[in-house]
């Protein structure tokens, strides 16, 4: 018996020169493979075949019967014998019970490469109400805040419509992988897709905001709080800024939620759930007051021990125009029954223990009653007046550890990006994309439970 790697060197291999090597299920470097047709029959067929990632894919929508032990799918593609323009991708029925009828169908329409169109999605939509399909489910590189939302702007109806991200999906699979699947050969399936989709040349993370970028953030930049005017000026570049906002957010939570298999979700206003243009002017609007774009994202799993509740348990990323800084914080609630004097030696002590990185980068902000920021210092610095005179608050301003006020300490990580990169439509996401990964690393995920 010989090791793998002997058995690799023995033909002149190294270990990982042979992975390369490596038969694939659905070989990418085929471009015959890649387009959008079997590309659209390689995901519905494995959503047939692995039953974890069926059932979470369709109950993100809503489809509960999925779980049924009888349930079934039975995945089709170019099904309908018409002109190409005419038909839709792909279609699933959903059958359960002993006589396998059909719970629920669904249309699908697949993008590779370029825009969902608003006519060819109103087509299918109507074609699915002639063929009584219960649902259309679009698949693109464009990203949305909920599956609920669609990229294709003014639709007559959204009704019974969902989108996923070609991401989002990888997210999806990941997880599923991450959180076991119980047939072997359905775990190999899997991980073949997964390695697919990451390797596919069409699919791709959000890696560039919108062609007129760099004229628009200039405007942006140049123009004082509440004063963009005339509006017909500004409508279309603040609402392509903050649609790019929009993905570039999506984007990072989906990246964070495949490496670290959280459940990560952007929070919104249930209002704004299927509306992508209300959505929009949530943005607009403190993009046009305070020239700040902010989201919110929630972490489920962080540590109810530190966020004992729900609503806490998120961190929020910004960017701000005024300064062209880029920002991570999470608001940590304060220690019960603390002095405000042991809250700070008790937050240097739990970010030991938590083994906190990038100490000279990452900032606490004290907040006392009446939301009084007492001012923010970096961690590296609270450790070393402590380790100097064993008196960290000495730091902040006296005056005000005079009660047992501290109600929270805000966690921050900044980045000021300079000019070319601020207003580059690539650079711009390389830099944000570095910071968020670099906050979640250090300090959401050490305070996950």
Known sequence: ???????????????????????????????????????????????????????????????????????????????????????????????????????????????????????????????????????????????????????????????????????????????????GIADIDQVFIAKELLAYLDNHPDIKHFSRMHETWYDDVREIAATAPNKFTPKKKFDAILNNVCYSWLQEAKDISLKLQKEYNKNINISFDSKDISNLAKRIDCYRKSLETEKILKT???????????????????????????????????????????????????????????????????CIEPIIKGNKSLGSVSFKQLKERKDFDGKPYEVFDMKFFVKNDIKQFVISMKHDIDSNSFYSPTKVIEKIDSVAAAFFKNIINPLCK
């Not at 702007?153 to 996923?164: D, G, P, Q, W």
């Not at 929020?316 to 304060?334: M, V």
Request: proline fraction near 3%; glycine fraction near 2%.
């Open 296 to 362: 919110d994202i929630i972490v489920e799993q962080l540590n109810p021990k530190y966020f004992k509740s729900a609503k806490d348990r998120c961190f929020s990323i910004s960017l701000n125009f005024n300064n062209r800084e880029f920002c991570n914080e999470i608001k940590l609630p304060a220690f019960t029954g603390k002095s405000n004097k042991v809250q700070i030696t008790e937050i240097i002590r739990l970010f030991d223990k938590l083994q906190i990185g990038e100490e000279d980068k990452i």
């Open 1 to 179: 018996m010989r090791t793998f790697d002997k058995a690799c060197a023995d033909l002149m291999y190294k270990t990982d020169e042979l992975e390369r090597k490596r038969a694939r299920l659905f070989p990418t470097n085929n471009l015959k493979i890649t387009d959008e047709v079997n590309t659209t029959s390689i995901l519905l067929s494995s959503l047939c075949a692995i039953k974890e990632f069926r059932e979470t894919f369709f109950k993100i929508i809503g489809v509960n019967t999925i779980t049924n032990k009888t349930a079934k799918l039975h995945a089709y593609s170019e099904i309908i014998p018409n002109k190409k323009q005419d038909r839709p991708d792909g279609l699933i029925f959903l059958t359960t019970g002993s006589a396998q009828n059909v719970d629920y169908s669904f249309f699908f329409e697949v993008k590779t490469k370029g825009k969902l169109e608003k006519e060819q999605i109103e087509k299918y939509l109507q074609k699915a109400k002639e063929c009584k399909v219960d649902y259309l489910i679009t698949i693109s590189n464009d990203y949305v805040t909920t599956p609920s939302m669609t990229p294709v702007k003014e639709l007559k109806t959204r009704k019974n419509l969902f989108h996923f991200s070609w991401k989002h999906i990888a997210t999806i699979l990941q997880n599923v992988i991450d959180n």
